[in-house]
């Protein structure tokens, strides 16, 4: 059985786990039942980043595939807080009851939001019950009002997301990128409604699907999939390891132990051949891992959105590019649909790269750009000329 692996070998397996080696998955579903969720972000610089995962491993699809399984009653996905704001198959749903169970317990404390705002969240739920499902700025309430800006959110608005976390409401989709808010009724069929998972089985499944998804991790790798902290998973992983569902192996020049899921125990990884040259969404499973991304590809990636513009280093929105087995450059990019041009922002390549890497890499990305456009509906690609790399 697998003890140990090399550095090289946890690259290629971090890669063909999360479906980055070759196109191995054939529809949206495919890519979110191997992720578990699909990480939602409003930016739309680019592309909004949920669209983007899915365009990395399927090629240029159509959205409107991710669209139409979202929204409405029984939809095949719903929104949860899994890894952040997520979208996760309806049937999942009674997983992730355990962390509704926590914030519930957290809402029934002396002095809480919830305690401070029965007749709030009463009126809510009646709001919904007459209405149907709506949009925050459809409540008519004294208490929607915003407090300070940017995310002052009004009393309606934390209510509603409080109740989001607890189970209370479900997220029904979106309008304009506005989550509606709707009664569990309203939307999830009764079969989700009345399935009861065991806390402890819940968790095992979901740790067991990160592990996965991860192909080898540290536990701080495998809690980050599912937004837990390493010593609430650590009693899971023993669990899994008891079960053989994971097995603990070293890796070449990791300082932390590691494991690895059974499916990929004695894998031969001769028949792992990374051939895809792709951008990255920030919040791709490959690289929304700071940590992880530098120990295994040597790739230290901030996002610098929340950067102020005379000290960013790549770009607002630069996108960590995948060229077969390496991350070998950030490419801030911007959709300008009014002159239907893609706007190469700046494009930089790594430094360890050799002048023969950088010119075989810059061929593929410049290949891989004119397919970006055309999955955007734009008719031209524009470079700025900024950074060090010629794409």
């Known amino acids: 059985m697998t003890n140990t692996l090399s550095a090289r070998e946890a690259k290629l397996l971090a890669l063909h786990a999360c479906g980055l080696d070759s196109r191995q998955d054939k529809t949206v579903l495919d890519v979110i039942t191997r992720f578990g969720m699909l ?24 959205k409107a595939e991710l669209d139409s399984l979202t929204g409405g009653k029984n939809p095949t996905l719903i929104e949860y807080w899994a890894h952040q704001a997520s979208f996760i198959k309806a049937e999942d749903f009674p997983l992730f009851d355990w962390r509704m169970q926590w914030y519930r317990d957290r809402a029934s404390l002396a002095g809480s939001f919830e305690k401070e705002n029965k007749k709030l969240i009463a009126w ?10 709506m949009t925050s700025s459809q409540f008519e309430h004294d208490e929607n009002k915003r407090q300070g800006s940017w995310w002052g959110w009004s009393n309606v608005k934390r209510a509603l997301e409080r109740m989001i976390f607890q189970g209370e409401l479900i997220a029904a989709g979106r309008m304009n990128f506005s989550r509606i808010y709707a009664l569990p009724e309203q939307v999830l069929s009764t079969k989700i409604l009345n399935r009861t998972v065991d806390h402890t089985k819940a968790q095992e499944q979901l740790i067991s699907n990160a592990a996965r998804l991860m192909g080898v991790g540290t536990v701080k790798d495998i809690a980050n999939v599912y937004c837990q902290n390493a010593t609430e998973v650590k009693p899971i992983l023993s669990s899994l390891l008891d079960k053989g569902t ?11 132990k590691a494991f690895i ?7 031969n990884f001769k028949e792992i051949k990374p051939s895809l040259t792709t951008l990255l969404s920030p919040f791709d499973p490959l690289t929304w891992q700071r940590e992880r991304a530098l120990r295994i590809f040597n790739f230290d990636y901030r996002i610098e959105i929340y950067t102020p513009e ?8 630069s996108l960590p590019t995948l060229h077969k087995d390496n991350l070998v450059a950030r490419i801030d990019l911007n959709s300008d649909r009014q002159n239907k041009t893609l706007l190469v922002q700046s494009a930089w390549h790594e430094l360890h790269l050799t002048p023969k890497e950088v010119e075989a890499s810059s061929k593929a990305i410049a290949k891989h750009l004119v397919e970006v456009r055309k999955w955007q509906g734009l008719d031209s690609v524009e470079s700025k000329g900024k950074g060090n790399f010629s794409v």
């Open 39 to 62: 990480q939602i972000d409003s930016v739309n610089v680019f592309e909004r980043a949920h669209y983007m995962p899915l365009f990395s491993r399927l090629g240029s699809y159509d």
């Open 124 to 133: 809510i739920k009646a709001a919904l019950k007459a209405n149907g499902p």
């Open 246 to 256: 994971i097995q603990e192996v070293t890796v070449e020049n990791w300082k932390d």
């Open 261 to 267: 899921h059974k499916d990929f125990i004695d894998y």
């Open 310 to 317: 005379p000290k960013r280093i790549y770009g607002y929105y």
